[in-house]
């Protein structure tokens, strides 16, 4: 049993992903887990995408703009939901003359039962009707 938990949590801990849409807003994933008590694990999603990708709009004091990230976390054999969340990640700059390529990190947590997951990611500029999806 402890031979499972540990294989699972490592190909969780070992997840990367990528993906660009054709307006290219890229979004990054990486995942990691610990264990967290005797019969929980801890698990970090860690998220990027480039500043320069988000479309930003005239605001009443500096240009703005927002990517909605949504994740869904279901099991790798039947595909039960077993956690969702979602969030919004606001982008504020001081004029539009100082956006760069620079990478807009953030981390989610949950809290899960060991075991073997899917994780599916999805990013959307809300200045773009397009998204990105990661699974």
């Not at 976390?73 to 620079?102: C, F, H, L, M, Y």
Request: hydrophobic share 40%; glycine share 6%; aromatic share 10%.
């Amino acid at each position: 049993m402890k031979k499972s938990i540990l294989l699972s949590l490592f190909l969780l801990c070992s997840t990367y992903a990528f993906a660009q849409n054709a307006t290219g807003f890229r979004l990054s994933i990486d995942v990691a887990a610990f264990r967290y008590e005797e019969e929980k694990s801890f698990v970090e999603i860690y998220y990027g995408f480039p500043r320069s990708a988000v479309t930003l709009k005239s605001g009443k004091v500096k240009p703005s703009g927002s990517v909605l990230l949504h994740a869904v976390i279901t099991t790798a054999n039947k595909g039960d939901e077993v956690a969702t969340k979602t969030w919004r990640v606001p982008v504020i700059v001081s004029d539009t003359s100082a956006v760069t390529d620079q990478i807009l990190i953030g981390k989610v947590n949950f809290i899960l039962d060991p075991g073997k997951y899917k994780l599916t990611a999805t990013a959307q500029d809300e200045g773009s009707p397009l998204c990105v999806t990661l699974s």
